[in-house]
């Protein structure tokens, strides 16, 4: 199983926790990709020597298969049972008229983005499919899991907020799951994009990460 993060605190803050609750899944790897995928615009060159906007979910899959070329020992994609990655709301969707001027064009990127890959329910690749989803934390991380907006610690605060819990809810896997269904905005994982793309929804505390522990549980049932 591969999970794709923004950076380590989230793989600190996760790993333990989701080795544990997605066992049955086999071996858990975090691709830490330092950075928000999805405010990116990336480019490839066609042979007419034109420039032309390359779609989100085809450099999530290149990156992933870059990433498993990388491993030591190697992993391939045969090895997957699932893919989920996990992205920060930043509040990139409320209305134009909310945002700030600086981020406007950052935000209509992030919609954009957030949708093909909220739509998205696989990756294929030489004929072999693996399932598929995002999921999210609102605004980010810091504030749906402990109430604090990321962007208000130093690196290293957020560390120790992942040190701590980390080492509370590995022991406590019941109460992770309740943080995450009291998060949880909606009971299906479409209604759930639907509340965070609404009006200024994208700037409240929530996360629909519960829905992948559910999604995991019906499969090894």
């Keep these: 199983m591969l999970v794709i993060v923004e950076g380590p605190t989230e793989e600190l803050t996760l790993g ?54 990388g491993l030591s020992p190697k992993i391939t994609w045969n090895d997957l049972a699932c893919i989920i990655q996990i992205t920060d709301t930043d509040a990139a969707f409320v209305p134009e008229e909310l945002a700030p001027d600086h981020l ?17 329910s696989a990756f294929t690749f030489k004929k072999r499919t693996v399932p598929y989803s995002l999921y999210y934390f609102s605004q980010d991380m810091e ?6 907006h990321g962007s208000e610690l130093t690196p290293h605060k957020k560390e120790l907020l992942a040190r701590a819990f980390q080492q509370r ?15 949880l905005p ?5 209604d759930s994009w639907e509340y965070i793309f609404e009006n200024g929804n994208s700037m409240n505390r929530a996360s629909n990460l ?3 522990f559910r999604k995991a549980n019906k499969a090894s049932a």
Aim: with cysteine; hydrophobic share 40%.
């Design 16 to 69: 333990l926790v989701f080795s544990q609750l997605f066992r049955a899944m086999g071996r858990l790897h975090f691709e830490v990709v330092h950075g928000d995928l999805l405010t990116q615009q990336r480019f490839c060159v066609t042979p007419g020597g034109n420039a032309e906007s390359k779609r989100v979910d085809e450099w999530v899959r290149k990156g992933i298969l870059d990433y498993l070329q």
């Design 104 to 120: 406007v064009h950052r935000n209509e990127i992030k919609r954009g983005n957030a949708r093909i890959l909220a739509r998205k």
């Design 143 to 148: 504030d749906a899991l402990h109430g604090i």
């Design 169 to 183: 809810y590995a022991r406590d896997l019941e109460g992770f799951r309740t943080l995450l269904e009291e998060l």
């Design 186 to 190: 909606c009971q299906k994982f479409r």
């Design 210 to 212: 519960a829905l992948a």
